[in-house]
Antibody
Framework: QVQLQESGPGLVKPSETLSLTCAVS?????????WGWIRQPPEKGLEWIGS???????YYNPSLKSRVTISVDTSKNQFSLKLSSVTAADTAVYYC????????????WGQGTLVTVSS | QSVLTQPPSVSAAPGQKVTISCSGS????????VSWYQQLPGTAPKLLIY???KRPSGIPDRFSGSKSGTSATLGISGLQTGDEADYYC???????????FGGGTKLTVL
């Protein structure tokens, strides 16, 4: 059974960098698929942040591209998100998820982690 | 403002059928597959429909999807109180080069 688990600080100060990691179990990242980050501000809808292929090729939401870095560590079977210069608008539940290579759907999701941006 | 437009809310009685619409354009729904997600309160989204009308293993056939032109529809028949959730459509937008989602629809089973 494929499982994804987000981890990282739940509180980040304004202007600092948000860093999260998604640990994958039950499937080897090196075997394929796209791995991505999606966030959901409180009481709002879903917003795609970006995706990475196991080879390291990345795709970012144009609206966040200047602040986002997604990387993959196949030796640890995990991938990570860094979002710089955060503001209160970046407060959200952050989900990591898996997308089949030939599909635009996200078939496995982590439980999500709430990140609050506040001083 | 979401790229894909969904009604904010829909409601129906137990046992009835409800449909949720998702409207887009030629750069997204019109030329790409649509997927649907169910988000129960306090939980992560769950894939219900992929590639317009396919159900992942374990999803009951009460859930169905269709697409016509630049719009997609999720159907839920035999409504149960456990179906109360937020539902989101999603697809790829070729103009934006981005994954896009609808704003979500809250389903109430009266």
């Amino acid at each position: 059974q494929v499982q994804l688990q987000e981890s990282g600080p739940g509180l980040v100060k304004p202007s600092e960098t948000l860093s999260l990691t998604c640990a994958v179990s039950g499937y080897s990242i090196s075997s394929g698929y796209y791995w991505g980050w999606i966030r959901q501000p409180p009481e709002k809808g879903l917003e795609w942040i970006g995706s990475i292929y196991h080879s390291g090729t990345t795709y970012y939401n144009p609206s966040l591209k200047s602040r986002v870095t997604i990387s993959v560590d196949t030796s640890k079977n995990q991938f990570s998100l860094k979002l710089s210069s955060v503001t209160a608008a970046d407060t959200a539940v952050y989900y990591c998820a898996r997308r089949p290579q030939t599909s635009s759907s996200w078939d496995y999701w982590g439980q999500g982690t709430l990140v609050t941006v506040s001083s | 403002q979401s790229v894909l437009t969904q009604p904010p809310s829909v409601s129906a009685a137990p046992g009835q059928k409800v449909t949720i619409s998702c409207s887009g354009s030629s750069s997204n729904i019109g030329n790409n597959y649509v997927s649907w997600y169910q988000q129960l309160p306090g939980t992560a989204p769950k894939l219900l429909i992929y590639e317009n009308n396919k159900r992942p293993s374990g999803i009951p056939d009460r859930f169905s999807g269709s697409k016509s032109g630049t719009s997609a529809t999720l159907g839920i028949s035999g409504l149960q109180t456990g179906d109360e959730a937020d539902y989101y459509c999603g697809t790829w937008d070729s103009s934006l080069s981005a994954v896009v989602f609808g704003g979500g629809t809250k389903l109430t089973v009266l």
